[in-house]
T-cell receptor, first 107, second 120 residues
Framework: DIQMTQSPSSLSASVGDRVTITCRAS??????LNWYQQKPGTAPKLLIY???SLQSGVPSRFSGSGSGTDFTLTISSLQPEDSATYFC?????????FGQGTKVEIK | QLQLQESGSGLVKPSQTLSLTCAVS??????????WNWIRQPPGKGLEWIGY???????YYNPSLKSRVTISVGRSNNQFSLNLSSVTAADTAVYYC????????????WGQGTLITVSS
């Protein structure tokens, strides 16, 4: 199985800050990397697919980059509604695997 | 708008079989280009992919659960189901059904999730 490792596990930032979350795969996954946002008590929501494509309806302050083994999710200007846990997921091979999550809190 | 809705017993006894159904509306599970998946999340923990079902009948299961999992078409129209046998407390989780874009591997539609507790 491909292992996905996210960092940091949690962060606290102020409204308007630029926030970056990283995800590292245990082997090359080309650009088959997806990002999700999950708020308490709700299902994950797709934000970014194939490393850098923005899902329809997702605010443009979210962006993704990377290829191979190293990927980033960036929130260009953090908003209060962005308080959530973010997960990366590889879709290069089965079984699909997820990172352990990064909890983003607003200061 | 595609919608998915999980249903099933919320409490299962150890060693018994967990059974869930996902009802799909606003689209067809027989459409090409998508697979139908189950994913679970233990309380306070991360996400674990269980497996998928494709309308042709093909399936793929996570090797960590393969010996206990069956995903198949549901009894009613436009539904698919999950059976997980010989459950233990470690199977306590929120179970989600989700659609995957075949070949791209991202989950673009999710059900709201249902909490399944394994306890005597």
């Amino acid at each position: 199985d491909i292992q996905m490792t996210q960092s940091p596990s949690s962060l606290s930032a102020s409204v308007g800050d630029r926030v970056t979350i990283t995800c590292r795969a245990s082997q090359n996954i080309d650009n088959y990397l997806n990002w999700y946002q999950q708020k308490p008590g709700t299902a994950p929501k797709l934000l970014i697919y194939i490393a850098s494509s923005l899902q329809s309806g997702v605010p443009s302050r979210f962006s993704g980059s990377g290829s191979g083994t190293d990927f980033t999710l960036t929130i260009s200007s953090l908003q209060p509604e962005d308080s959530a846990t973010y997960f990366c997921q590889q879709s290069y091979s089965a079984p699909r695997t997820f990172g352990q999550g990064t909890k983003v809190e607003i200061k | 708008q595609l919608q998915l809705q999980e249903s099933g017993s919320g409490l299962v006894k150890p060693s018994q079989t967990l059974s869930l159904t996902c009802a799909v509306s606003g689209g067809s599970i027989s459409s090409d280009g998508h697979s139908w998946n189950w994913i679970r999340q233990p309380p306070g923990k991360g996400l674990e992919w269980i497996g998928y079902f494709y309308h042709s009948g093909s399936t793929y299961y996570n090797p960590s659960l393969k010996s206990r999992v069956t995903i198949s078409v549901g009894r009613s129209n436009n539904q698919f189901s999950l059976n997980l046998s010989s459950v233990t407390a470690a199977d306590t989780a929120v179970y989600y059904c989700a659609r995957e874009a075949t070949g791209r591997g991202y989950f673009d539609y999710w059900g709201q999730g249902t909490l399944i507790t394994v306890s005597s």
